[in-house]
């Protein structure tokens, strides 16, 4: 069993940074897929970013591509989500996620784990 748990969301400026933390536990996740989804209220969970077990392949949904960047670290057991350039349309929350597949994938079915999400608001 996986626990996932999300940290770093908050309150930004349009234009701003933030990034995002995912610490997991239970196992080692170095042979998992993991992602990012996002999620705002009355929409369904939307894809941001996906990366392999080794970190080696990743990609991103097109309305975040060249802001955000996904990666991991599997010797702390951690995936990180780096958010510059932020826009309004950005606020969700987020959520990560693992599966027991070594490659990402951009289905929320594709996934076994998911953390309880973290907050990410942008003001304009």
């Known amino acids: 069993q996986v626990q996932l748990v999300e940290s770093g969301g908050g309150l930004v400026q349009a234009g701003g940074s933030l990034r995002l933390s995912c610490a997991a536990s239970?196992?080692?996740?170095?042979?998992?897929?993991m992602a990012w989804f996002r999620q705002t209220p009355g929409k369904e969970r939307e894809f941001v970013a996906t990366?392999?077990?080794?970190?080696?392949?990743?990609a991103s949904a097109d309305s975040v591509k060249g802001r955000f960047t996904i990666s991991r670290d599997n010797s702390k057991n951690t995936l990180s989500l780096q958010m510059n350039s932020l826009k309004p349309e950005d606020t969700a929350v987020y959520y990560c996620?693992?599966?027991?597949?070594?490659?990402?994938?951009?289905?929320?079915?594709?996934?076994?784990?998911w953390g309880q999400g973290t907050q990410v608001t942008v003001s304009s």
């Open positions: 996620a693992a599966r027991t597949g070594y490659f990402g994938a951009r289905k929320v079915g594709e996934y076994n784990y």
């Open positions: 990366i392999s077990g080794n970190g080696g392949i990743t």
């Open positions: 239970g196992r080692s996740v170095r042979d998992y897929g």
